[in-house]
């Protein structure tokens, strides 16, 4: 075989093979993403506010590595939001259904800090570390854990950087905005 002919041939199946590679890649990631467990959990509990009767349902945020992005600074309380995080809380706070509530290990003057920044954002948070509306009662025992519906926490598995586009379409569906 001429060697024109060989070196042709390998130029074409090398440029075939990419194309195949290319095409894999996009069909790959192509594929609807699945959803996120934490958006099951809100669904379910809209499900069961309805179902119960409820007047609302009560979620718990925890901050670095969930709303925000963690600095790992002492002391260094800048805010950058994960994408839609602050769209999404924008678009739920003071809805008449859900309670926001603050849930972290932050230091308490880092705290008011951060409500003041997320406030001037237009996101309302209820409370901090606690849930007084719902007192310890026949149901459970609210004196050192929170009650709570729905927990966005990184450390059970809600992932900042990945799961709130999700969960802002699902809100602006469900509340038409």
């Known amino acids: 075989m001429d060697l024109a002919v060989v070196i042709t041939f390998l130029l074409l199946y090398t440029f075939l093979l990419t194309i195949i590679i290319a095409l894999l890649f996009i069909i790959i990631n192509s594929k609807d993403k699945p959803t996120p467990n934490i958006l099951k959990s809100i669904k379910r509990e809209y499900r069961m506010m309805d179902e119960r009767g409820w007047d609302r349902i009560f979620l718990m945020f925890d901050l670095h590595g969930t709303v925000i992005k963690p600095n790992r600074t002492v002391g260094n309380t800048d805010i950058v939001y994960y994408p839609y995080a602050k769209e999404t809380l924008q678009l739920i706070s003071n809805r008449d259904d859900l309670d926001l509530?603050?849930?972290?290990?932050?230091?308490?003057?880092?705290?008011?800090?951060?409500?003041?920044?997320?406030?001037?954002?237009?996101?309302?948070?209820?409370?901090?570390?606690?849930?007084p509306d719902v007192p310890t009662g026949g149901y459970g025992n609210y004196d050192k854990k929170p009650y709570m519906n729905v927990l966005f926490e990184d450390k059970a598995g809600f992932r900042g950087e990945t799961d709130w586009p999700e969960i802002y379409k699902h809100f602006k569906e469900i509340y038409n905005e």
């Open 101 to 131: 509530n603050i849930y972290t290990c932050s230091h308490p003057h880092e705290v008011a800090v951060y409500r003041e920044k997320f406030l001037e954002d237009g996101i309302t948070f209820k409370y901090v570390n606690e849930n």
